[in-house]
């Protein structure tokens, strides 16, 4: 029995439908009343405000409230709710002249210096370290006399303590490793004793890292990836650095605001979604959030990669980039399907809330004109026409909706930091060979109707697996000892694994390339063994690839053109009964008791099924998510569905090139579908019970899918 007493009430976050609007010092007052009532007018609830430390704490202790007051006031007359978001990464002048070594600093040594950015106009970016002790603490002075400020405004509806947290915007490439930061005293001293804490003793860390310190206070900050586990836990350390800054921040909302839903929003892996250099964490953010964000656009991977992490914590869309765009590429004329294709798809992946960035474009800095629901005048674009009848045809539903989600995925796909940070040290000519093999599980699971979710290592090792039948390990060359065991014991009570590349060819608990593969006891658990592994650029495939270039450098380059190679990066692959497809960048020879073999390479078995005690395994040589990125998915579909199939995962009974989400009522009653055409030909789609096609107004059983479309059907 619920004694009214003790419970606390529980917050539900509405559906927020809306735009960031201001981030200082535009848009100028004189727009303002015109652009709520504009908004209103387009059915728009919610509003975002930037709080910048620059901006809003000139002298310190000082604060400047004057237009974000005068902002929240007007939104309330306007019955708009208001989100708050906080930039701390432009640093005021006062505070980087009192404390001028509080720049971040590069792995050369250089500060790196502090500047006005296209989306940080005020200039004072990338701020200070974040391990700079000094500087924490007046960020912190900040952001407590903003919370403490806001609290009066009836408006506010909840604080987004950081805007897509990373080091830096313009360093986010992992081939650049120049680009890592911070390698300040400070950074150096907190590393040592981060180290310190999980090493039983330095020679345990010598171990491991292959090294021969007396102290820990003799360790040196890793500069590039190519000895693995030093770079490995010296990544480790800034992420935790990170997801530390956000976990104060989160706190402080909890302590000075609770009632306005702490959280963040990330942009999901600063692009390439797995490039660690940058030091984000989502699963390790989300976790500490009562709810969820994320910049998204069309990529569904972006959405995936965030609401896997989000989990079952509400979870919106805070930067919807649908109007991007810059000086030197103005933005798209969006017709109504594109709108509807880009936007109803996200509902599918519990989406609940969408915020535009942004309202009005940009007029200062090269991110102008583009960004605008409406055009710089004021008048409504083609995209305002959408929103507009979005929010009208939802809104008789949105009580459903926010009741309805989709069904936890059987099928889930491990992302591990880790793994992501070995793959630093591989050439990133093509980009990272997780993020391209990622990209084929990912794109042929949406294309067979798979529903499927990431999970993360610490997931994995706690074995939170709730519900997941079929486990895929993309490209799984570094692994722990506890995410091989829970791959194991997962598999033997009757689970299917689905592993790829060299399988815990790298043990990260020991820093040391296994003597046998699949590691981590893999091979003997399994009964399976690599005997001999090659990259095919050394094997002759003449005739079957064409211009790859062998991405080779120094002495590997010179070695392969001496030896005549033929190979690239892709490997034609044939299945017993003659089917063809690739693989790249691997081949391993395995050898086991009892597998059945399902790919070769001219009669080198490269993928092959075994059954171990309830489960089953089908063990890959090769990567064949990248193959099917680039070259053709249709053997790796077929592989996939197999293994769905030894899962009992059921798929829905739809034409090829139609990608269908039904979400679900609390009590399991399916109330929506979300149907994507993704060809370019129509296509029919059938439901047992009668649908209403709400942005097509028909009702009926069966509808035709226009070309590259999507829409959104309730029961
Ligand atoms: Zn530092």
Redesign the pocket.
């Known amino acids: 029995m619920n004694s009214g007493k003790t419970m606390k009430k529980k917050m539900i976050f509405p559906f927020v439908y809306g735009a960031q609007y201001y981030r200082a010092p535009t848009p100028e007052p004189e727009y303002w009343e015109g652009d709520f009532a504009h908004m209103r007018e387009l059915g728009f609830d919610t509003v975002k405000f930037w709080v910048q430390w620059r901006w809003s704490e000139r002298v310190p202790g000082v604060y400047y409230w004057d237009d974000l007051d005068e902002l929240m006031r007007l939104a309330e007359r306007f019955g708009l709710r208001v989100i708050l978001n906080l930039i701390c990464d432009v640093m005021p002048v006062w505070a980087e002249q009192k404390y001028p070594d509080c720049r ?2 590069d792995r050369n040594g250089q500060p790196v210096p502090t500047e006005a950015v296209l989306c940080r106009q005020l200039g004072g970016y990338p701020g200070p ?4 002790p000094a500087m924490q603490e007046v960020r912190q002075e900040f952001f407590r006399a903003a919370l403490e400020h806001f609290n009066a405004f009836p408006a506010l509806l909840a604080w987004d303590v950081w805007n897509e947290p990373e080091h830096h915007l313009a360093r986010r490439s992992a081939a650049d490793p120049d680009h890592m ?4 005293p ?2 150096e001293r907190k590393f040592r004793e981060w180290l310190e804490a999980r090493s039983p003793s330095i020679d345990a860390l010598n171990q491991r890292w292959g090294r021969c310190y007396s102290a820990f206070a003799e360790v040196e900050l890793p500069r590039n990836a190519q000895t693995v586990a030093d770079f490995i836990d010296w990544r480790m350390f800034q992420l935790d650095t990170l997801t530390g800054e956000a976990e104060w921040r989160l706190d402080l909302v909890r302590e000075i605001a609770p009632h306005t839903f702490p959280h963040l929003h990330v942009v999901p892996h600063t692009i390439h979604c797995f490039n660690s250099v940058n030091c984000v964490d989502d699963f390790a953010l989300a976790e500490r959030c009562e709810l969820f964000g994320s910049s998204m656009m069309g990529d569904p991977l972006f959405a995936a990669a965030a609401s896997s992490a989000a989990g079952g914590r509400p979870f919106y869309n805070a930067e919807w980039h649908i109007n991007f765009g810059s000086s030197a590429m103005h933005p798209r004329v969006i017709d109504r399907e594109t709108f509807l294709r880009e936007l109803l798809p996200q509902l599918g992946w519990n989406v609940r809330g969408i915020l535009y960035w942004q309202f009005r474009p940009e007029t200062l800095g090269f991110e102008s004109p583009a960004w605008g629901v409406i055009r710089p005048d004021g008048s409504d674009r083609p995209v305002s026409r959408w929103a507009k009848e979005f929010r009208q045809v939802l809104e008789p539903h949105l009580p459903q909706l926010m009741r309805s989600r989709r069904r936890n995925p059987a099928c889930a796909i491990l992302k591990s930091v880790r793994n992501e940070l070995f793959f630093n040290a591989f050439p990133q000519e093509k980009g990272n060979w997780l993020y391209r093999s990622i990209r084929g599980y990912a794109d042929t699971l949406l294309d067979c109707n798979i529903p499927f979710r990431f999970l993360s290592s610490e997931q994995l090792e706690r074995e939170e697996l709730d519900g997941v039948r079929l486990l895929i390990l993309p490209a799984a060359h570094c692994l722990s000892q506890r995410e091989a065991d829970a791959a194991d014991r997962f598999c033997r009570r009757g689970g299917v694994v689905f592993a790829e590349g060299s399988v815990g060819g790298y043990e990260s608990d020991t820093g040391r390339y296994s003597t046998r593969v699949p590691g981590c006891g893999l091979a003997e658990r399994w009964g399976i063994r690599e005997t001999d592994s090659t990259s095919p650029f050394h094997l002759d495939c003449s005739g079957s690839v064409s211009g790859t270039s062998s991405m080779a450098e120094g002495d590997v380059a010179k070695a392969l053109d001496s030896a005549g190679a033929k190979g690239g990066e892709y490997l034609p692959l044939s299945s017993p009964s003659g089917e063809t497809g690739w693989g790249a960048l691997l081949l391993s020879s395995l050898e086991s008791e009892s597998g059945e073999t399902l790919a070769s390479y001219r009669n080198i078995p490269c993928v092959v099924k075994l059954r171990r005690e309830s489960g089953t395994v089908f063990y890959c040589g090769t990567y064949l998510g990248i193959a099917a990125a680039e070259q053709s998915a249709d053997f790796l579909a077929g592989l996939l569905e197999q293994a769905a199939d030894a899962a009992g995962i059921e798929r829905p009974a739809v034409p090829k090139g139609i990608r269908l989400t039904p979400l679900y009522s609390d009590r399991e009653q399916p109330t929506f579908h979300i149907a994507e055409n993704v060809t370019e030909h129509p296509l029919t789609i059938s439901f047992s019970n009668t649908c209403l096609d709400l942005f097509g107004g028909s009702s009926g059983r069966t509808f035709r899918l226009a070309p590259r479309s999507a829409a959104l059907f309730a029961e």
Do not use: F, G, R
């Open positions: 971040m600093i370290c974040y391990n700079h930061l911070c390698y300040c400070h950074c």
